[in-house]
């Protein structure tokens, strides 16, 4: 569900952007427990968007369960207008976590990418991971 609307503007314009080679490379791990961590130690938190906003999700679910009725579910009758609002409400609280957990994701992006010439990642997933010597899932490290 895609709310408000868009706009997209081409435009032409002359501009270099000289960037200068910073010789760093990073190698990061994205976690569960945290949000990224790099081979130099620094780790980026999870901003917990969800837990933030469960409170505000929980009281528009409560609110929107309250305008249902089960009654004209089984006499196949459309809800009624206040529940259609109340549901629309209820998602676009979860469309606004979601964004917000996608502007995050790109705005740490853009920053490694931006102070880093080489960046690699961790592709560990448990399935696909062969197992080493000592039957220990073995992280594969991706360029």
Known sequence: MSRGYYAQFAIDIDLKVETQPTGQIVGIDLGLKYFIADNK???????????KSEKQLNRANRKKSKKYDPKKKKAKQSQSANYHKARDRYARKHLRVSRQRKEYCKRVAHSVIQFNDLVAYVDAFAQRVPLGLSGVPQARLKC
């Open 41 to 51: 130690g620094n780790v980026e938190q999870s901003p917990q968007f969800y837990r």
